[in-house]
């Protein structure tokens, strides 16, 4: 199967890439490499013996999209490309409802252009917004907490709407829980462009020398030990969801949301002290406010994908600290 990856180049889209790859599929790539590098095609290459196709540009452009779809025969798209940092979409709404909206239009059209119609959606956890029951369903309340979770949201209901109107198309939208770890082989992993959002990259920074001491932001919240937790999946778990979504989902019409995390929160301090023992590093850390809307706890409830997917997280946080900290001893400055 022939199947267009919009974000390919970026760190789950390369993880995902390498597990189609292994199933014998074929991806093709389109990114515009805003958020990536293009020697992520030689580390998927190292890691599987196969270079996937890949197409520098942005899904915005819709010539471009259905030449691609057309001239390589797609049969069905996952769609990661858009942009994710929280604290931009604050400052720049527009650029983030373009990108992730206007970007996700344009390829459904496309895709109904050339009778493609089976898709594969990133959507997020962060659906849920402020929710303070757990563990998440898929049918829990959804709200925006900041644009970019409201891109999120948007791009769901235009996928209801598109499935509603037209019996024919099959979207699945994947809501993941907090993507943290790298491939085993330490050839890919996340490489964030300047100071890391994210707690698991800030602390591989920190135990490889880059960054001082990890900022912990609260310790008053209503968890066991006073620090946030949340639902970390590593990213491979994540990817193989990807695969089972477009087996299960391939054929099967309508519109379909999973959930994929592992069903288990983790604290702050757990993280820190699990990657501590991965990289044999002491990790400093300093107590600080809490960060501006932060919930206190998140964590998914797994058990649709695992019924309807036949898809379950494997890998354990050890896991993930250590593939983590292989990809980032082996890449102290990231991608080439
Ligand atoms: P990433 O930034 O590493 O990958 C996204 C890729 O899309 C990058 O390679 C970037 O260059 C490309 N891209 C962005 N806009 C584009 C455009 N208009 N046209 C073509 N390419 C474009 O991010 P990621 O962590 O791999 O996330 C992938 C998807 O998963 C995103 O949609 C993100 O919102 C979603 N998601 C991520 C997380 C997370 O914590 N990483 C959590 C929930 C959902
Ligand atoms: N944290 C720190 N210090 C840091 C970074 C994070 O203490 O330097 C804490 C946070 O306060 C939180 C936990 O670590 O308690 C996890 O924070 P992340 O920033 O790693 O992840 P979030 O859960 O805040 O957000 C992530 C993505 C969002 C997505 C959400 C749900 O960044 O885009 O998961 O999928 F919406």
Redesign the pocket.
Known sequence: MKILV?????????HTCVQLIEKGWQPVI???????KISVLDRIQKITGTRPAFIE????DADLLQKVLTEHAIEAVI??????AVGESVSMPLKYYD??VH?SVVLMQAMKQCHVKTLVF?????VYGDATVMPLKEDAPTSATNP?GQS?LMVEKIIADLCDSDPSWSITAL?????VGAHESGLIG?DPQGVPN?LMPFLAQVAVGRREVLQVYGNDYQTPDGTGVRDYIHVVDLAQGHLSALTHGHGKAGHHIFNLGTGKGNSVLEMLNAFGKASSKELKYKIVARRPGDVAASWADPHKAKSVLNWQARKSIDDMCQDTWRWQSQNPNGYP
């Open positions: 919009t974000g390919g180049t970026g760190y789950i889209g390369s389109i990114d515009s490499l805003v958020n990536s540009g942005d899904v915005r769609h990661f490309a858009g942009l994710k990108n992730n970007g990133s959507s997020s956890a962060t970019y999120k809501r993941y829980f907090n993507p996340e994210n």
